[in-house]
């Protein structure tokens, strides 16, 4: 979880407060109820849980190991789905691409099939791709009962009717606010030194959709760009051209009857905007809530960014972070952005009615952790294996599919979460803790 910097709002504060994140650092000690309670309160406020565009459908099922997703969203109605289409496709050995969402694939006779891609180029061709390498999902397209569609509309349309709840989609937002958008990152690209731009970009995207590693350099007035770790450079432009690049895979998705016309005029080689610049910009768009006056007369504060994500594998890289959020608010005079990550550690361990037989079982093993635990101490990890050897939980083959098990096949109907006492009186260190044991005792061998 990230510590909260740059909170000066009066109601941030209050959040933060009422939550149990302003007592510790790190805000691990916070009750997981009363962080749950206080979101709710908070109405201005809407974390976010982020996702990429595919087939959702398994998700709001409730039904899979993914569920933690519609249990955040929807059942304890804790978050706001941000989905995301600047990403790429799965290969057909699924052996890279996303291959959890599989923006490749569309549902048929109950089950994923891959479908046959292509994309437009020239004055009025298609190339046809194969699925060997991951592709661009903006510029794919895909043969659907012998119609050509685009894979993000196909899959905006298809998720936007199967949620149960409203659904953001990332590239509609940025090109929404394409004004202002377009005026915060040209002024940031003209703040720049000169040399290495390199940071504020993560790859380049190819016009046969594949990936290819990206360096971005700017020596005034221009910007260029090298896809072979800078023995040749191509000129990309002045920062109105760059600005203009960079945002056009978000025109793509966000206008239809365009798409076509904007992918055929594409240029050899798309810069990508790093993940952390994306969500500066989205932060500052209010994608988490209003926002709010810091004090009268003063301009509106954005409102607090806060986000549910996975456990980290490795200590996040908060400097270049705060880097990204710095330049671009000094750039455009915008006042501090706080960020906040929440772990969605509790929403892996709620059980479902799929399979209620779940909740006193697992109710037993936290009731042992936390009496073994207490507050997050040396020796934790130990605690709560011996928890779970002593309360030998039997629980569902769906629930222990969530920490590594095999997936049960043959689950129809939709299940929702159980908001779990139990689950409840935890600190997120000790939902950690609970969440790593579990992981432990039933990864797939």
Request: aromatic share 6%; with cysteine; charged share 20%.
């Amino acid at each position: 979880m990230t510590p909260v910097t740059g909170v000066r709002n009066a109601r941030h504060q209050a959040f933060l407060a009422e939550a149990g994140l302003d007592a510790t650092p790190d805000g691990l000690d916070a009750n997981v109820g009363r962080l749950l309670d206080a979101i709710r309160h908070h109405s201005w406020l809407h974390p976010l849980r982020c996702g990429r565009a595919g087939n959702w459908s398994p998700i709001w099922s409730g039904r899979e190991p993914l569920a933690h997703n519609r249990t955040v969203l929807a059942d304890l109605g804790v978050g706001r789905p941000l989905v995301g289409t600047i990403s790429f496709t799965e290969t057909a050995d699924l052996s890279a691409g996303d291959v959890v969402h599989r923006p490749a694939s569309v549902y048929r006779t109950g089950r994923l099939e891959m479908l046959e891609l292509t994309t437009p180029v020239g004055m009025g061709d298609w190339l046809d791709l194969s699925h060997d390498v991951p592709r661009f999902v903006p510029w794919m397209w895909g043969v659907v009962d012998g119609r050509l569609v685009h894979l993000a509309h196909l899959h905006r349309a298809s998720t936007r009717t199967q949620a149960p709840v409203p659904i953001t989609f990332e590239a509609e937002l940025v090109w929404h606010h394409e004004k202002r958008v377009r005026e915060w990152l040209t002024r940031l690209w003209r703040s720049l030194p000169e040399g290495d731009a390199d940071w504020l970009f993560a790859r380049g995207v190819c016009r046969d959709g594949t990936a290819t590693p990206l360096r971005m350099r700017y020596q005034k007035p221009l910007f260029e760009l090298s896809i072979d770790d800078g023995r040749h450079w191509s000129v990309v432009g002045d920062a109105d051209d760059l600005t203009r690049l960079c945002l056009l895979p978000y025109q793509v998705v966000a206008s239809p009857d365009e798409a076509v016309a904007l992918v055929r005029g594409a240029p050899e080689v798309v810069p990508l905007l790093s993940e952390r610049l994306v969500k500066a910009v989205l932060g500052y768009l209010g994608v988490c809530g209003e926002t709010a006056a810091l004090s009268p007369g003063e301009p509106a504060a954005p409102s607090l960014v806060v986000e549910w994500v996975a456990p980290p594998r490795s200590k996040p890289g908060l400097r270049s972070a705060e880097r990204v959020i710095t330049v671009l608010a000094l750039a455009n005079r915008l006042p501090p952005l706080p960020f906040l990550t929440l772990p969605m550690t509790p929403m892996l361990l709620m059980p479902s009615t799929a399979a209620p037989g779940d909740a006193p079982a697992i109710a037993l093993f936290l009731e042992a952790l936390r009496a073994r635990t207490g507050q997050a101490e040396q020796g934790g990890m130990e605690a709560a294996r011996a928890a779970f050897q002593e309360t030998l939980p039997k629980v569902s083959a769906l629930y222990r599919s969530r920490f590594g098990g095999p997936v049960p096949a043959g689950q129809t109907g939709y299940a929702r979460a159980i908001e779990l006492p139990e689950v409840r009186a935890l600190t997120l260190a000790q939902a950690g803790l609970a969440v790593a044991t579990l992981l432990d005792a039933w990864r797939a061998p």
